[in-house]
């Protein structure tokens, strides 16, 4: 996981900083941030409010542990935590974003606010990157609603549980295609998750990334070859 998200960080392929919604204890946000530093000097602004929520299925602080470890890993100066949710953190936002992770609340509601909140900041040709975009019917359907069914996405890539795609202002005639073609290869991949032949999900998800690889994953390819798992 930390060796995928070093990659991550190091898409430096428009002008703009790395926002992740979701950080935890930091894992993926150190990661980041070590990768970012190879390529240039944007900050990565973490977003996880951190605190208890037994109303929504969160019964551990983990800000302290957050702290420790970007403090540990040497990056403290790289990273921006914010202390907050996604929605408290977007009031006021200025600033472009090349690359945005959603690794937040997975329920469809959090996750459609996540999306229609920090979207609109991405700069054309940043890249979006979402987890469970597979197993977790919330950002499967902000996909469906936002993304696969919007001419202002193109160069979709799929694998496993994470779906990555680049801002346009207009996809063409032959982005288009390629979409479909990479939404005809996903259902095949989940067709191919849920039955019971031996060695179909491995191999689908094999397939499937070398379908939908892209020209701007030559630094990414390994996030997208296993979900980030916490």
């Not at 999306?115 to 990157?129: D, Q």
């Not at 950002?139 to 990555?164: C, G, H, M, Y």
């Not at 005639?173 to 849920?194: D, Q």
């Amino acid at each position: 996981m930390q060796d995928s998200c070093y990659k991550l960080g190091q898409f430096n392929d428009r002008q703009g900083v790395i926002v992740e919604i979701g950080s935890w204890k930091g894992k993926s946000t150190v990661a980041l941030a070590l990768g970012a530093a190879q390529i240039h000097s944007e900050k990565i602004y973490a977003i996880d409010p951190h605190r208890i929520m037994p109303e929504d299925g969160y019964w551990e602080d983990t800000e302290k542990e957050f702290l420790d470890n970007i403090q540990q890993a040497g990056v403290s100066a790289q990273v921006v935590p914010m202390v907050m949710t996604s929605a408290a953190a977007a009031q006021n936002w200025h600033q472009p974003i090349r690359l945005l992770w959603i690794d937040g609340d997975h329920r469809y509601e959090p996750t459609k606010l996540d999306f229609s909140l920090w979207e609109p900041h991405r700069v054309e040709g940043g890249i979006l990157a979402m987890h469970d975009t597979i197993r977790k019917n919330g950002p499967k359907r902000v996909l469906w609603e936002q993304v696969f069914r919007s001419d202002r996405f193109q160069e979709i890539a799929i694998v496993d549980n994470i779906t990555a795609m680049r801002k346009v202002s207009h996809a063409s005639t032959g982005a288009k295609l390629r979409k479909n073609f990479s939404l005809a290869a996903r259902a095949l991949y989940i067709a191919a998750r849920k039955s019971r032949v031996p060695n179909a999900k491995q191999t689908g998800r094999r397939l499937l990334e070398k379908l939908t690889r892209q020209p701007w994953l030559i630094l990414l390819l390994a996030i997208f070859s296993a979900s980030i798992a916490r």
